[in-house]
């Protein structure tokens, strides 16, 4: 099938069908027959077949933040790792499409089969950093990316000197519904549907305060009330970031929204494979060319369940030699970095690197194999992550 993702059997390379006959298929700009191919578990784009997979956030406390996050947004917790010689842990929670099988985790059990499973997803996550003892701080405050010294009002702070991360986002089909629910069940909020400049839009508040976008979905009869839409980060250079996250990372801009009049344009990219792309065309109401054309108005973040990349670029920061985003792990810290998962950890470093691509932590490096950081131009940490990693006798949890 035209978009589908494939591994040719003899060199083991991946890629996507570009064209099929019914008896062959073309991969990589080869023929192959259909014997000498075999189909992917997972999906992926780009050169290393990259799919975004997680956004970390420090919490003060799991046992609240997890149960928020299933109760009022239908999240799933499908596995955590327990690093007690590092006191931390994560907890990744996904919000999973009804029917989808998901093996059985808890605050108390999970299992290889559930690292397995985080690591061949084509979902998304949020990954919840737990730094032992925190919820037994009084003082303990996460930083949720919108106060800084260039924050105006209440969200002005004298650190850090700019802002960086700003929220993580749901879609559902009635916000002004879903906020009516989540406000009865007690959900603070930052703004209300109809408060401020921007109507029809709200910012729910998580128990560490991270601001949580509840944004308008396309009515597509998706019997799920959530799904988990967005990570926004402010960047100092649009193009420049835009050009990272899809040649190195495989990524689709799907949509350019120009604010001139406010000096600021938000990018949407996502990773998505060609088929889910032409689909989430094909559900646009507002495309009558059937072409992904981002530089025109689209509502294609309403009809994708991909999780989409925002990225804000307030206009002549790029220019400005002493302007740089907090990336959330220096003082103060909150947001962590996004992931992406990775076939061949070690070969995409490699070329990322000679691609002139900034490391943090090379995959031979530190104490956890199987992971990598990469530096984007603004600084974030980005994590690559190999499908087939493990962390089986490294963390506490299971063996």
Not at 54 to 65: A, E, F, G, H
Not at 76 to 96: A, G, M, N
Not at 117 to 138: K, P, R, V
Request: aromatic letters at 12%; one cysteine or more; a negative charge.
């Amino acid at each position: 099938m035209i978009g589908s993702n494939l591994r040719i059997k003899a060199t083991k390379a991946f890629g996507t069908v570009t064209q099929s006959n019914g008896h062959a298929c073309k991969v990589l700009g080869t023929w192959h027959y259909k014997d000498d191919v075999e189909e992917l578990p997972y999906m992926g784009s780009g050169p290393y077949h990259a799919r975004f997979q997680q956004t970390m956030l420090r919490i003060k406390d799991p046992k609240v933040s997890v149960p928020f996050y299933e109760k009022h947004f239908g999240m799933k917790l499908i596995h955590w790792i327990d690093f007690p010689q590092w006191k931390f842990t994560v907890y990744f929670l996904e919000r999973p499409r009804e029917g989808q099988v998901v093996p059985s985790c808890s605050m108390d059990k999970t299992t290889v089969e559930n690292e397995r499973y985080l690591n061949t997803m084509s979902g998304t996550t949020i990954e919840l950093t737990h730094n032992h003892g925190t919820e037994l701080d009084a003082d303990y405050k996460a930083w949720n990316g919108n106060t800084g010294k260039d924050g105006d009002g209440p969200n002005f702070a004298e650190e850090p000197a700019a802002r960086g991360f700003g929220h993580i986002a749901f879609n559902c089909d009635d916000v002004y519904a879903a906020c009516e629910i989540l406000e009865k069940n007690g959900v603070k909020f930052q703004k209300k549907p109809d408060e401020g400049r921007m109507k029809g839009l709200a910012f729910a508040l998580d128990p560490d305060g991270y601001w949580l976008e509840i944004v308008r979905r396309e009515n597509l009869g998706w019997p799920e009330y959530y799904n988990l839409s967005q990570t926004m980060m402010r960047v100092k250079d649009g193009p420049a970031t835009i050009e990272f996250y899809t040649k190195h990372l495989g990524m689709t801009l799907i949509r350019v929204m120009a604010m001139p009049q406010y000096k600021f344009t938000n990018y949407f990219l996502v990773s998505a494979t060609q088929a889910e792309l032409a689909e989430a065309v094909r559900l646009d109401p507002e495309n009558t060319s059937g072409i992904l054309d981002p530089s025109k108005p689209n509502g294609l973040t309403k009809v994708m369940w991909n999780s989409c990349l925002e990225l804000t670029w307030n206009h002549g920061t790029e220019n400005d030699a002493n302007f740089k985003v907090h990336d959330g792990n220096a003082q103060p810290q909150g947001f962590g970095h996004i992931g992406f998962l990775v076939d061949d950890l070690v070969g995409a470093c490699e070329k990322m690197e000679a691609d002139g691509v900034k490391m943090k932590k090379r995959p031979h490096e530190g104490n956890m194999r199987g992971i990598a950081f990469a530096y984007d131009p603004n600084g974030y940490w980005i994590e690559l992550i190999e499908r087939s990693a493990t962390f089986a006798g490294t963390c506490a949890n299971y063996k």
